[in-house]
């Protein structure tokens, strides 16, 4: 890596010159409250994220980038150095400036961006606004001290990273798929390896009885990801029928049943989770199905899918599926039956797999297929987002984790994760930072922050790593 020795001391030198156009530029970005919203004209994820975009984009085209906006779904920032193709290949640089809601519970007010003791306070301070600018920076950096390269470099912001993708759906539906490149959105070393993603929905007609107690409904979660924390049954039948049912349930804790006239109201309650992590919450569904099973007097097609739900939600393996495995990379699959619905006669299940990354989808299918027939659910839907898996010792991954070590005398592995990045939208990507090990920056929670030191080092190690990949390492 001598060759970059001379740049890279140039690289530092600018961005420590930079410092204080660096930190105010960031938390002028961070002032613009850019949580989603309703759609406007130019503007389809809300005015403000349209703002931060423009902001964002403005300032790269004062400084002598090549910008371009997508309708406010997206845009670049262009660095071409002197002598590259128009047409070379591009490194990506791929992050986000919308944000998640503020919540409750800030000491410091969310979109002030107020500095205490050298670390900025604001939501977006990592999560990703902070992040981006520092990539934009890293890029700034090369073109200002006039760093060789052979391939352009985009820094692509999207905004509505945090709903759905929206964003890099349509930008690269518009724009060439970079190359190579990363996404500044999770944690330093590197992460390598984002297991599969796939959400299968599947269903199946109940029978409806004559006589006896009757399940009206049945529901609980609201999104697939997410460990349900409630969940709700109606249940219709004689009035002796209900008020045994209601006493059968009494003795048990976490739900509640309710007489109310000619129905009775069963409510559990679990703990919730994220998707990636069931095993840390406990599936309310569960709850309501096994409580259900307590009671007498279901016929038996309402019987059996209660005592199916109750397996399915309670089994965060896949094993009751039949499609539990794992692989040395990332660890073992992960279910979460996220979402259940039963209404007319038809009852639904959501379920949220992560799957390993050196499987693919039809691994997942050819596994589920024997136990879905077996237990009479067609599968109506899928959605999927492929995994990700990049081997430490791929040219990418061996360039990134470089710059890093040497930057930091870091030697932390390389990580792994559940979670979904934008990395995953990219041809060949991976996550790179900002996270330093050891620090919480508290995205997604009160207090989000990040210290000027991170957003400082993270501008250098991207500058060095962007004029690597700039020069096709
Ligand atoms: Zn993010």
């Known amino acids: 890596m001598t060759q970059y020795e001379k740049i890279d001391e140039q690289l530092s030198a600018w961005i420590d010159a930079h410092t204080e156009e660096i930190v105010e530029t960031t938390r002028a970005l961070l002032r613009i409250p850019s949580v989603k919203g309703e759609p406007a004209e130019g503007a389809p994820f ?28 997206a845009g670049h920032a262009e660095w071409r150095a002197p ?15 919308d944000v998640v809601p503020a919540g409750d519970g800030w000491r410091h007010p969310p ?15 990592a999560d990703d606004k902070g992040p981006a600018m520092a990539g934009l920076f890293g890029v700034l950096a090369a073109h200002a001290v006039g760093a060789p390269a052979t391939h352009r470099v985009r820094v692509i912001l999207g905004a509505d990273e945090e709903s759905g993708f929206g964003c890099v759906k349509y930008y690269f539906e518009h724009e060439e798929m970079p190359a190579t490149g990363f996404t500044p959105d999770a944690a330093f070393p ?17 029978s409806r009885p004559s006589s006896g107690l009757i399940l009206e409904s049945l529901s609980g979660g609201m999104r697939s990801n997410m460990v349900p924390d409630s969940a709700e049954a109606v249940v219709t039948g004689s009035q002796t029928d209900l008020a045994n049912a209601a006493s059968t349930l009494l003795p048990l804790s976490d739900v509640n049943a309710d007489h109310q006239g000619d129905r009775l109201i069963i409510k559990a309650v679990g703990i919730s989770a994220h998707g990636s992590t069931p095993e840390e919450g406990r599936n309310a569904v569960a709850v309501l199905a096994k409580a259900l099973l307590t009671i007498d007097g279901w016929n038996a097609s309402v019987r059996e899918a209660v005592e199916t739900v109750e397996r399915w939600g309670a089994d965060t393996t896949g094993g009751t599926l039949g499609v539990a495995g794992a692989d040395d990379v990332a660890g073992p699959l992960t279910s979460n039956l996220g979402v259940v619905t039963f209404q007319d006669g038809k009852l639904t299940l959501t379920f949220n797999f992560r799957y390993p990354v050196t499987w693919d989808l039809d691994t ?15 599968l109506d839907e899928i959605h999927n987002q492929a995994p990700i898996y990049i081997p430490t010792d791929d040219p990418l991954v061996a360039t ?22 934008y990395a995953r939208a990219m041809k ?15 995205i997604h929670q009160s ?21 690597r990949l700039a020069n096709g390492q």
Do not use: C
Not at 111 to 125: P, Q, S
Not at 190 to 206: D, H, Q, R
Not at 364 to 378: D, H, M, N, Q, R
Not at 428 to 442: D, I, L, N, S
């Open 400 to 421: 990134l984790i470089g710059v890093y070590q040497a930057e930091t005398g870091d030697m932390s592995p390389p990580l792994t994760m559940g979670g979904g990045t």
């Open 364 to 378: 997942v299918k050819t596994k589920i297929a024997p136990t879905l027939a077996e237990s009479g659910f067609a």
């Open 46 to 73: 809300g005015v403000e994220t349209r703002k931060a975009l423009d902001f964002a984009l403005g300032y790269a085209e004062s400084q002598g980038l090549t910008i371009k906006h997508l309708e406010g779904y």
């Open 447 to 467: 207090d989000e922050r990040w210290p000027v030191e991170h957003l400082i080092n993270s501008a250098k190690i991207y500058a060095k790593a962007i004029v």
């Open 111 to 125: 979109f002030l961006a107020e500095m205490d003791n050298g670390v900025i306070y604001a939501r977006g301070a």
């Open 428 to 442: 060949k990507g991976v996550a790179f930072g900002p996270g330093f090990p050891g620090y919480a920056t508290g």
């Open 83 to 97: 002598g590259v193709a128009e047409d070379a290949p591009i490194v990506g640089v791929l992050a986000h400036v």
């Open 190 to 206: 590197i992460v390598y390896a984002e297991k599969g993603i796939a959400n299968f929905i599947v269903s199946k007609e109940l």
